[in-house]
């Protein structure tokens, strides 16, 4: 049952993802690592995560649902709410299939971006989770480093999630190192990759540690304009706390889909809400660079809007310095196709409203 209901969760994760929506998603490229950028202001999207979970000695099948919705609040700062499902089937020892489902809680997010991966050597992110189960409480913490190397993107994330159990008055914890790899393909649509994982996991502070797991496998993702979808194969390949494989209180194999689509009605990416550069605007930067005109400002804004949301959301003016906005048009030229001319009308523009410009 838990594999036909997985079956039927990804039926209808790919059936919406096709609906779509006339919005704008920020894209997820894995399933256990995070990355460091973050939703605009007033940016939502709705998430959900089905995580299959199977292979024990004795049989078990598992099927944990998240449902997450996300808000940008800007100034870097992103924030999301998501209640969490938990189905199991497992065998009680002795041969007979014992079937639950608990409504496992509600979570709350917090993530907060430091630095930015295209402008700066390599982007940094802070998450924080409150989680409220029906025995225990969590709180995990998360530093995220990422960087984009042309077609290639790596992140790194240090979990630590200490959790209190009501019932038996206990404090156990994880810390969990995580990487994620992998190469952007057809037009930056699709995505794949590997993610490595090593669950390190105590029961309480008093005991020495209860497991430590290695697991690695590929992942698959795809973005749309509007929503992205991830599919990660995640299996246990190393206990380092016995001789096998930990078949008795983990499992052999983890497979995840996460789905997610935009909810703005009227999304940020709109030419109608770049701001329109003015007579001083075009004055200030004639000063420090090359004299342009008011139509050339105005230009570069039409040819800024135009294609450079083709992949993406689009980002204002005064979210980067001139400097900044230079890193990000080299490395983007070549992928949104434009030549020489609407580069230099894009970047006057970029520049004339840029965060340097705006002190």
């Known amino acids: 049952m838990g594999l036909r209901f997985f079956t039927h969760c990804c039926g209808l994760a790919v059936a919406l993802g096709l609906a779509g929506l006339p919005s704008f998603a920020s894209e997820r490229h894995f399933g256990f690592s995070y ?3 973050i939703l ?16 024990r000695d004795r049989y078990y099948s598992a099927l944990d649902q998240r449902l997450e919705f996300e808000l940008g609040l800007g100034g870097g700062v992103q924030t999301s709410l998501y209640l969490n499902f938990t189905q199991e089937m497992a065998d009680d020892g002795t041969g007979k299939i014992k079937n639950s489902f608990l409504a496992d809680g509600i979570s709350n997010e917090w993530k907060f971006k430091l630095m930015d991966n ?9 998450y924080l989770e409150n989680g409220f189960k029906p025995d225990e409480y969590e709180l995990e913490t998360k530093v995220i480093l990422d960087k984009r190397m042309g077609n290639w993107l790596w992140t790194f994330n240090l979990t630590n999630e200490p959790e209190f ?3 038996h008055n206990t404090l156990g914890f994880s810390i969990i190192p995580s990487i994620g790899f992998g190469y952007f393909l057809v037009s930056e649509r699709f995505f794949c990759g590997l993610e490595v994982q090593y669950w390190n996991f ?8 209860t497991a430590s797991l290695f697991s690695a496998g590929p992942v698959l993702s795809y973005s749309g304009e509007d929503w992205w979808a991830t599919l990660t194969f995640l299996p246990q390949l190393v206990n380092f706390r016995g001789s096998g494989l930990d078949l008795l209180n983990s499992q052999r194999t983890q497979i995840q889909l996460g789905f997610s689509i935009a909810l703005d009605a009227n999304p940020a990416p709109k030419n109608v809400f770049l ?8 004055e200030r930067l004639s000063k420090i660079t090359n004299a342009v005109s008011l139509e050339d400002l105005i230009k570069g804004r ?13 980002h204002e003016p005064a979210e980067f310095t001139m400097d900044g906005w230079d890193k990000i048009m080299a490395k983007m030229k ?26």
């Open 35 to 37: 990355e460091s950028p």
């Open 40 to 55: 605009q202001s007033g940016q939502k999207e709705l998430e959900t995560y089905s995580d299959y979970r199977f292979g």
């Open 118 to 126: 295209l402008t700066d050597d390599f982007g940094l992110g802070l």
């Open 165 to 167: 159990h009501y019932i």
């Open 202 to 209: 105590w029961y309480d502070t008093a005991s020495p540690i």
């Open 275 to 282: 701001p329109m550069p003015n007579e001083m605007d075009a």
């Open 302 to 314: 039409e040819l800024y809007s135009n294609n450079c949301q083709k992949c993406h959301s689009i």
């Open 334 to 359: 070549l992928k949104a196709g434009i030549d020489n001319t609407a580069k230099d009308s894009i970047m006057a523009y970029l520049n004339a409203l840029s965060k340097d410009m705006a002190k």
